[in-house]
Structures are given as structure tokens and as C-alpha cells.
């Protein structure tokens, strides 16, 4: 039974140029979270999406940031433009159905914006 | 807004002692209190969790301690051990609509065990 996956592990991108991160929960997992830790900080929530919807974008910036969860696939969290202070590692996260608590995290991805 | 807070972003102790990592918080709302623990270049994973209706909750050598009246818990490790070597962030769980809710995170605190 896999655990959360996400690709790619390390990804480097110019400044201007789209990033997209992909996130495969936990099977059974129909919960997703996006956090981001930012060089020498905690983990910031991002987004909180189930399956077509999302539920909590309250930690997401307000332009060039969007994520999506389709019925079928990983879910995408997408950068357009990208900047310098966008570089960061980016985790996901997935629970089963209704509270869980103890989230399941991806190994991240490590975005560089050059 | 940090709603979660851990003041000391590193602590240093000695095989075999006692490490306590602490936290602080200031929304009376949590409902749930989480530690992670994440090692370089991997996520978080789930160490050990409390309910806000409990005080204290234990599992092998990790020991939660959860004070509401001063908005304040613990981790205590005992005793340390070199692979315990990692950095260490207290969550808290707020309730989105009852039936679902997210995590916000400390910033860490980076726990060295010195053999």
C-alpha cells in the first residue's frame, strides 16, 4: 500500500515559467492538503481539497496559485509566473473520509525558481 | 498570525536524557493537538496526538502533556536517543464544518541527541 506520492521530487523552473506539483493520496485517501515550508519556517497551510472540490483555499495566495483535485488522476497544485519567493518545499498530505487527525505526508517537492 | 507557536527553534541534549519540546497556542477552538516529526529531504510523519478533553497521553518513550488553562503542551522524550535526532513541529486541529478540519503547524524546533 503506497503512501502519499509526489512528483517530482525536485524541480527547477525559471523565473516567468509554470510549476506543477502532483500529489497521489493514500489509497482509500479522499482528503488532500497542500502546505508549503518556506526556508527556515513551519509548515503553512495552503489548500485543503476532496475529490472536484475544494473545500479550504484560505492559505493559498491570491494570484498565480491554484490547485485542483479531479475525479480521476493526482491532484495539481499550479504556479504560473513563477518568482524567487516562490521557492520552497511543497507538501501534501491526505486523510480518509470525515476527521482524521494524523495527516499522511509526501516526501515533498522542492521547487527552485533560478 | 501564529495561532501555533514554538519559541525555541533548537534544543540540544544528551543520549539518554530527557528531551521536552514545547509549544504554545493561543485559539481556544483546537481540538486536537499533533506532533510530527521530520528528518531532512522527507515529510512529516505522525508521532503522537492528544484530544483537548485529555491532559496527558503516552505511547512507549513519547509523553504529551496538554495544560488549556496556560494554552500550552509538551513533548517529553524519554529517554533520548541519536535517531530521535530530527526537527520536531507541534499542530493543532481546528474543525472546518464538524466533519472535516485542517492541521496548523509550529515552526519546528530542531532536537539534536548527542551520543
Known amino acids: 500500500n503506497a503512501g502519499v506520492m509526489q512528483n517530482p521530487r525536485h524541480l527547477v523552473r525559471r523565473r516567468g515559467q509554470e510549476a506543477r506539483l502532483r500529489c497521489s493520496p493514500m489509497k482509500g485517501h479522499s482528503h488532500v492538503y497542500w502546505y508549503r515550508q518556506l526556508p527556515e519556517e513551519g509548515l503553512k497551510f495552503m489548500v485543503y481539497l476532496q475529490k472536484e472540490n475544494i473545500i479550504d483555499e484560505s492559505g493559498m495566495p491570491k494570484e498565480r496559485f491554484s490547485a485542483e483535485f479531479p475525479k480521476e488522476g493526482p491532484s495539481i497544485l499550479r504556479i504560473q509566473q513563477v518568482v524567487r519567493g516562490d521557492s520552497a518545499a511543497y507538501f501534501c498530505?491526505?486523510?480518509?473520509?470525515?476527521?482524521?487527525?494524523?495527516?499522511?505526508f509526501g516526501s515533498g517537492t522542492r521547487l527552485t525558481v533560478v | 498570525d501564529q495561532q501555533v507557536k514554538q519559541n525555541s527553534p533548537s534544543l540540544s541534549v544528551q543520549e539518554g536524557r530527557i528531551s521536552i519540546l514545547n509549544c504554545d497556542y493561543t485559539n481556544s477552538m483546537f481540538d486536537y493537538f499533533l506532533w510530527y516529526k521530520k528528518y531532512p529531504a522527507e515529510g512529516p510523519t505522525f508521532l503522537i496526538s492528544i484530544s483537548s478533553i485529555k491532559d496527558k497521553n503516552e505511547d512507549g518513550r513519547f509523553t504529551v502533556f496538554l495544560n488549556k488553562s496556560a494554552k500550552h503542551l509538551s513533548l517529553h522524550i524519554v529517554p533520548s536517543q541519536p535517531g530521535d535526532s530530527a526537527v520536531y513541529f507541534c499542530?493543532?486541529?481546528?474543525?472546518?464544518?464538524?466533519?472535516?478540519?485542517?492541521?496548523?503547524f509550529g515552526t519546528g524546533t530542531l532536537l539534536a541527541v548527542q551520543p
Open positions: 498530505a491526505s486523510s480518509p473520509v470525515g476527521v482524521d487527525y494524523g495527516y499522511t
Open positions: 499542530a493543532a486541529s481546528v474543525s472546518l464544518d464538524g466533519a472535516t478540519n485542517k492541521l496548523i
